[in-house]
């Protein structure tokens, strides 16, 4: 049996200095759009792992601290698990406490899916890209990007 889902992760706003920012289509869901997300591996893994771990898995892109820096928001979401995936959980799990990270990539990186995940891939204007997630937390995310980035320069 497939161990539950641990009820807490990251979501990784991929982002150009431009403010384009890239959205991935769900394969199990056609027609959500979202940033990368995903859920820690074991209780102890430390959030920066688990963003740099999904950011590679969900796009191919390598965080690697010098060229590719992620950069932990500090900011954590909790929100009600959708109904759909609630099997995935242990019984009675009902939230999840998402973590807030973004990257800045230069456009022109290569975006390797994972195909069991994500299908398609676009770049869009971040209030285009907010328009376009299915997650209220993903939107909101992207919406705060500019005020985010300046807050670290």
């Given amino acids: 049996m497939k161990p539950y889902k641990i009820p807490e992760s990251v979501l990784v706003v991929i982002h150009t200095a431009d403010l384009q920012v890239l959205l ?4 199990d869901k056609p ?6 997300t995903g859920s820690l591996d074991a209780v102890d893994e430390p959030l ?7 950011l590679f898995e969900e796009t191919g892109i390598v965080a690697d601290g010098e060229r590719v820096v992620l950069r932990d928001w500090k ?9 759909v ?12 406490t998402e973590h807030v990270f973004s ?3 230069p456009r022109d990186i290569p975006i390797l899916l994972s195909p069991r995940e994500h299908v398609q891939y676009r770049w869009l204007p971040y209030l285009e890209a907010a328009d376009q997630c299915f997650s209220s937390s993903n939107a909101e ?6 005020r985010q980035l300046a807050s670290f320069r």
């Fill in 24 to 27: 991935i289509e769900r394969a």
């Fill in 31 to 36: 027609g959500y759009w979202q940033s990368v």
């Fill in 48 to 54: 920066l792992a688990t963003a740099t771990r999904e």
């Fill in 75 to 83: 900011l954590s979401n909790i929100y009600e698990i959708y109904p």
């Fill in 85 to 96: 995936w609630r099997h995935r959980y242990a019984p009675g799990v009902t939230l999840n």
């Fill in 103 to 105: 990257v800045e990539v």
């Fill in 141 to 146: 995310a992207v919406l705060q990007l500019p």
